[in-house]
């Protein structure tokens, strides 16, 4: 067996190694804010968008589905979701996926609060009062605390059900239904806007190609009597 150098075992030298490695705070601040900055974030999302080779309906419709993903409470798997919206009602998947950006860590806690509040009041129950700042960190309780009841089902460990059936009927459930009804009226809007958008920028870039192409096939046939005429 050939050894390994030192200096691979320290980490040195590694293909996907940052060469200035990122502390535990600029991570976090990343999550926030991005390097670029949002600005630079929307922009290059708005390139990738124009840039999608595909008719504006169907970017329209990807784009729809993924902000209708981000408007429901299934944490990690709103791009699984966004992608199986878009296949099935025939929309484009890349766009689809660039449609979840409406759910960042700027947007969220908005999402989450309005959601839960409407579901309440759709559904007709009570709000629990959890603070906006514990909403995600309920979530993260919940799963805690389905992986020990699933454990305690295989050893001797008593299951308890009660702290995830006030999750399901206090934050969970009004959270679907209030984000599922947000959710579609921001989708609709989203499509209508994202297809006059795109029609009219693949309109205007066809437009001046075929001025390019023209004028290109002008300058050569313009070059070709020149040449006939010597």
Not at 5 to 17: I, T
Not at 38 to 58: C, E, K, Q
Not at 146 to 173: M, P, S
């Amino acid at each position: 067996m050939l050894p390994i150098p030192k200096k691979v075992l320290a980490g040195e030298g590694m293909v996907f190694r940052r060469r200035n490695p990122q502390g535990v705070l600029s991570e976090a601040r990343a999550l926030v804010l991005p390097p670029g900055g949002w600005r630079r974030a929307f922009s290059y999302m708005r390139h990738r968008l124009t840039r999608i080779p595909d008719a504006p309906h169907r970017i329209a419709r990807g784009i729809a589905c993924g902000i209708l993903a981000s408007f429901t409470p299934l944490f990690g798997l709103h791009f699984f979701l966004a992608v199986f919206l878009a296949m099935l009602i025939r929309g484009n998947v890349i766009a689809s996926l660039i449609g979840t950006a409406v759910g960042n860590p700027l947007t969220f806690p908005f999402i989450a609060i309005l959601s839960i509040d409407l579901g309440h009041a759709l559904l007709g129950t009570r709000d629990l009062g959890v603070p906006i700042t514990q909403i995600m960190t309920t979530f993260g309780q919940a799963g805690d605390e389905i992986f020990r009841n699933v454990r305690a089902v295989f050893t001797d460990d008593v299951t308890n059900w009660d702290r995830l059936d006030r999750f399901f009927n206090g934050i969970f459930l009004p959270y679907l239904v209030g984000g599922l009804a947000m959710g579609v009226v921001a989708a609709t809007s989203g499509y209508w806007l994202s297809l006059k958008a795109i029609a009219a920028y693949q309109k205007l870039r066809d437009a001046r190609r075929e001025a390019r192409m023209r004028k290109k096939a002008e300058a050569g046939h313009d070059q070709t009597k020149k040449d006939s005429t010597e």
